[in-house]
């Protein structure tokens, strides 16, 4: 069983950084990819970086390239989204997903089974 805990939102002015962390059950960066979403209210939940569990390569939404930053830590089974330069846009509650999502499906919900209970980020102007 996955299990993926999401942490780290908490309330920041804009123009600052954060840093979430999605600790995985052990095992789970080896064979899954890794992803996060994001909902802002009354918004649907949209796909914001992802890492694939083969070779490692990044995908990023265009709202945020150039800003956030998705990395992991196999040891740790970890995976962190950095985000720097955060607008009053970025306010969401952020998702961890992991799944066995494939180069056209890697910005896909349906691609990813398995999901964090979400990690409420406010950015303030």
């Known amino acids: 069983q996955v299990r993926l805990e999401d942490t780290g939102g908490r309330p920041v002015q804009a123009g600052g950084s954060l840093r979430l962390t999605c600790a995985a059950s052990?095992?789970?960066?080896?064979?899954?990819?890794m992803a996060w979403f994001r909902q802002a209210p009354g918004k649907e939940r949209e796909f914001v970086a992802a890492i694939r569990a083969s070779g490692g390569n990044t995908y990023y939404s265009e709202a945020v390239k150039g800003r956030f930053s998705i990395s992991r830590d196999r040891a740790k089974s970890e995976v962190y989204l950095q985000m720097n330069s955060l607008q009053a846009e970025d306010t969401a509650v952020y998702y961890c997903?992991?799944?066995?999502?494939?180069?056209?499906?890697?910005?896909?919900?349906?691609?990813?089974?398995?999901w964090g209970q979400g990690t409420q980020v406010t950015v303030s102007s």
């Open positions: 052990a095992g789970t960066l080896s064979t899954l990819s």
């Open positions: 997903a992991a799944g066995r999502a494939i180069l056209s499906t890697i910005r896909t919900m349906s691609a990813y089974g398995y």
